[in-house]
């Protein structure tokens, strides 16, 4: 019996997967994102995962995506709840990286001292613009991501927010609370990341995210809901802020 309960658990999981949908970033500039959480954009794949003591899927855009036997098993070795629904990335940027290896907390920096300078506007800098090229690039991406995939290329999989714990929908639950929650319930491994975050204070991490080769930072309310397949109006992205000697173009391409 406690057989069958599993897997009833599990398709109903499954059912709630292949509905969910990412929600878009808004058109507000980040500095209008109250009590912002920043993180960075890790560039692949965005998916769900269904997840219950004994099994493990992934799904995106309603379909399940088929991964190597040791990313499902690392999730399942990682996890500890009943039955949760985790969204994340699949990407080979957090393999090339310590980020998100060890259980994240926020951090607050004394902002650092800056030299006023004159900034020449950038259409690119534009809230909506800038939600609009994400969009883009994402789904220009993800084709490239899942063929390779396909193809036996290792991939990540990152947790960025926890969206259904236990029978009970965490949608309207505050952003930094879900954070919490998924930090109890997923034990980062080599191949399971969560993803780190800090206050929008912490302006040395941000410009040492860029400089590790993160192209966009989100930007996300710590009151914050979940809006699934709609755009959240406490969520923006922009690049990361220059450093001491100007823009970093990145360590390497990202996918």
């Given at each position: ?64 995506v ?22 994340g ?78 029978d ?5 639950v ?6 919490r ?7 980062p ?20 995210w ?24 406490d ?21």
């Amino acid at each position: 019996m406690v057989t069958i309960r599993a897997v009833d658990d599990h398709e109903a999981l499954l059912e709630l997967a292949a509905a969910w949908r990412p929600q878009r970033p808004g058109r507000r500039p980040v500095r209008e994102i109250a009590d912002a959480l920043v993180e960075p954009d890790w560039a692949g794949a965005r998916v769900v995962a269904a997840l219950t003591p004994t099994r493990a899927a992934l799904v995106h855009e309603g379909q399940r995506v088929d991964v190597p036997g040791d990313l499902l098993q690392a999730l399942l070795d990682g996890f500890s709840a009943t039955g949760a629904l985790v969204e994340g990335c699949l990407t080979t940027q957090a393999l090339r990286s310590g980020e998100g290896a060890a259980a994240p907390s926020v951090q607050v920096e004394r902002p650092p001292i800056l030299v006023p300078r004159f900034v020449r506007p950038n259409v690119e800098d534009d809230p909506y613009v800038r939600a609009r090229d994400h969009e883009s690039r994402v789904q220009t991406m993800e084709p490239a991501v899942l063929d390779a995939l396909e193809h036996g290329e290792r991939h990540a999989f990152v947790a960025t927010d926890l969206l259904w714990l236990d029978d009970v929908p965490l949608d309207d639950v505050p952003l930094l609370e879900r954070k919490r929650l998924l930090e109890a319930v997923l034990e980062p491994s080599f191949l399971v990341r969560i993803s780190p975050y800090v206050r929008a204070s912490a302006q040395l991490t941000l410009v040492t995210w860029g400089n590790l080769g993160f192209r966009e930072l989100h930007y996300r309310g710590a009151n914050s809901g979940y809006t699934a397949g709609r755009e959240n109006s406490d969520h923006a992205v922009t690049r990361p802020p220059d450093g001491p000697g100007g823009r970093s173009t990145g360590a390497a391409p990202l996918r």
